[in-house]
């Protein structure tokens, strides 16, 4: 790639940080040892395995026997509705209650339960994309076996209201997971405060690498076996630990939990350059909620224009941005968490997702903001 590349999608992805990747090197290639192993170069695998798990332990205030190294944020929001689900069929309880604007991994997840048995309780989440803890208040019932909300939204960036959540839960005997993947990398997250029982987060998106994640667990919450095989994660997620990436995921969220209010201060002048100059663009719509949010991810909806020509366009500015919605099979498909603020899909498929980072510069932001303005006007123009 170009060195001139500026990236905009740090909810897709992140790169790697100097701190991550300089932590994972020696478990590469010098203590390559697996960490069951009871010779020398075993026992520093292990040593290692278990400094990560006290590191990502200290990051989210809770016990080293309550984090489960898994795969990445898929795994973990699998993992965790699967465990409640099953384990509270025993006692009758067959409801879940969630929102249609989860990750895919939560909503295809709760899909395959309604496919045995299960309901679905969808809340709504209002124009500004904000659950209300009232709603959760008045669906939850003895029916009820987990309520699974994510902290902070994917593409839009707001962040719900998970302590009130997590403490009506609470109360009612609920068990209540949140997939924090976007919270993560931008907030201090305190488990027990919060009331969560199950908590999931992914390596790559707070500069640690790509397929490793964990999966908070409260101690005494129901959690049954993911892979069976050997020892592993508390004896319920087999096979040899991917012990670089775990090393480098937490580091990764140690130097998150050291930097996080800097970051976002950092991030904050920034992306108010970027309000400020498309509140000012003729056509353009801000989605989500500008207080309720994580400074660092955007969304624009330009009226008649679809998301992925923008995308593609900017593309060959050598800027790299997210349109809301998916392809499917050559189809442009509307963006689900638009839909669901109640938008058209006109203006559901045209989402413009820009997310920020701790490497961008304002000089990179002048660049986008002059840009996709001039983007905007040459489509007008061929358009009108
Ligand atoms: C990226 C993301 C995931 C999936 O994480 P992976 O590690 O890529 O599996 C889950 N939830 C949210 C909110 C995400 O942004």
């Avoid at 200290?58 to 465990?83: P, R, V």
């Avoid at 993560?184 to 997250?189: K, R, T």
């Amino acid at each position: 790639m170009s060195k001139t590349y500026i990236y905009l999608d740090n909810a897709a992805t992140t790169r790697i940080s100097d701190r991550v990747f300089n932590a994972m090197q020696p478990y590469l290639r010098e203590s390559y040892g697996n960490p069951g192993g009871i010779y020398s170069l075993g026992r520093e695998a292990a040593r290692a395995l278990r400094d990560s798990r006290l590191m990502c332990a200290k990051a989210l205030s809770c016990e080293q026997g309550e984090i489960y190294f898994t795969s990445g944020g898929s795994e973990s929001d699998n993992w965790a509705i699967l465990s409640a689900a099953e384990s509270m069929r025993e006692q009758g309880k067959n409801r879940i209650v969630t929102t249609p604007f989860e990750h895919k991994a939560v909503l295809n997840t709760v899909k395959a339960l309604e496919k045995r048995g299960f309901e679905t309780v969808y809340l709504p989440v209002y124009e500004n994309g904000v659950v209300r803890a009232e709603d959760a208040e008045r669906v939850i019932d003895g029916k009820t076996a987990l309520v699974t909300i994510m902290y902070v939204n994917n593409e839009i960036g707001t962040i719900q209201p998970v302590r009130e959540i997590g403490e009506i839960c609470g109360k009612k005997g609920v068990l209540f997971h949140t997939d924090a993947v976007q919270a993560a990398p931008h907030m201090v997250i305190d488990t027990e405060k919060d009331g969560i029982d199950y908590l999931s987060v992914s390596g790559h998106k707070l500069h640690g690498p790509k397929g490793v994640g964990l999966l908070y667990c409260r101690k005494g919450a129901p959690l049954v076996p993911f892979v069976n095989g050997g020892t592993q994660e508390h004896g319920l997620r087999a096979g040899t630990e991917n012990l670089a990436s775990i090393v480098g995921l937490a580091e990764a969220m140690a130097e998150t939990k050291e930097n996080a209010e800097i970051e976002n201060k950092t991030v904050l002048p920034l992306t108010k350059k970027i309000t400020e100059a498309l509140d000012k663009t003729k056509g353009a719509r801000f989605n989500g909620d500008r207080t309720k949010r994580i400074p660092s991810i955007l969304n624009y909806s330009f009226e008649g224009i679809e998301s992925e020509s923008l995308v593609l366009q900017l593309d060959l500015k050598g800027i790299a941005c997210a349109g809301g919605s998916a392809c499917t099979s050559g189809d442009v498909l509307p963006s689900h968490v638009l839909m669901s603020l109640g938008m058209s899909e006109e203006l559901a498929r045209g989402g413009l997702r820009i997310s920020l980072g701790r490497y961008n510069t304002e000089a990179e932001i002048n660049i986008f903001i002059r840009e996709l303005t001039g983007i905007l006007e040459k489509l007008r123009r061929l358009r009108d």
